[in-house]
């Protein structure tokens, strides 16, 4: 190869190897523009919002209710489901020194039953003005520290209520509200405090189901079912009988005579499944038959 061919195909080969090397720069460097998608709740995920770059392809999701907390005083209400039951938590973050506060509850009744209420480790039982299980909707939460003196900066857990849960996949409605002083310190001024909720929606959606059948077969019977696509929960919905063979003479293995029977071999032209028949031995014809038999 002459010299001038050997610097030209160096750099041919530098040129494509330089390539995908680019990209993977561009990539790494991307000043990322991302769009949402809103992935709806199934019955095996919550909702999730997916953030897509239209400029790499750069993808991940987060829960859609994934709160942004503040850098100021807040109150957080999550959730938890377990055996039937949905655990409510309120915790209380950022303290700058609340002496006494002030919240309603709400819930869905068609979704939630009350069942109890635990005080946290920001208050004690005795500093709750509302020290009976959760029955109103909404139900009301009211605490003040018994001493100025006391540590009134405390963050925790303000309390824990527990409901039944009536219908799983419904909206639990749950919110806060608060009253017109809710937050105030011990020189009585109104803390400004940010409730961040997120227990307003069942954690999973309803199931998606789409109708399918299962054919029968000739011995045994089929189904037609209501399908879940996420999770494959089933619903019967109708049995189908089974099918049954379609027999076809597949060949004479021993073909009868005057004096013994055949032997006939039959196929299901379905399942390839076999049996053997026997064949009746032929029958002498006698003169007077003849005049039996009808011409048309």
């Not at 506060?101 to 109890?116: K, Q, T």
């Not at 849960?165 to 909206?171: E, F, M, Q, R």
Request: proline letters at 6%.
């Amino acid at each position: 190869m002459r010299p001038k061919s050997v610097l030209a195909a160096v750099l041919c080969l530098s040129l494509l190897l330089s390539i995908p090397l680019a990209g993977s720069i561009f990539a790494a460097d991307c000043i990322h523009s991302y769009e949402t998608t809103v992935l709806k709740a199934t019955c095996l995920n919550k909702e999730q919002i997916q953030y897509t770059c239209r400029l790499c392809g750069d993808s991940y999701t987060v829960p859609a209710d994934e709160p942004v907390l503040p850098d100021s005083c807040y109150v957080l209400m999550e959730s938890t489901k377990k055996d039937g039951q949905l655990t409510v938590t309120a915790t209380m973050e950022n303290n700058p020194g609340i002496h006494s506060m002030r919240m309603n509850f709400h819930y869905n009744p068609e979704a939630l039953r009350p069942v109890s209420r635990i005080n946290g480790d920001v208050w004690t039982d005795r500093e709750c003005w509302t020290s009976t299980p959760p029955t109103g909707n909404p139900f009301p939460y009211t605490a003040q520290y018994s001493s100025i003196t006391e540590d009134n900066t405390k963050n925790g857990l303000i309390c824990t209520l527990v409901f039944d849960i009536l219908d799983d996949t419904a909206d639990y409605g749950f919110k806060v509200t608060l009253d017109k002083k809710p937050f105030i310190d011990h020189d009585s001024n109104i803390i400004n405090v940010a409730i961040i909720n997120i227990v307003g929606k069942s954690e999973l959606g309803n199931h998606e189901y789409e109708q399918r059948t299962v054919p029968p077969t000739c011995t045994e019977a089929g189904s037609v079912n209501s399908v879940c696509i996420h999770c494959g929960d089933t619903a019967l919905l109708e049995t189908l009988p089974p099918a049954g063979h379609q027999w076809v003479l597949t060949e004479e293995i021993v073909s009868p005579t005057f004096e013994d029977t055949g032997v006939a071999l039959y196929t299901c032209k379905d399942c390839n499944d076999t049996k053997e028949e026997i064949l009746p031995a032929l029958e002498h014809w006698r003169k007077g038959d003849l005049n039996n038999i009808l011409i048309f």
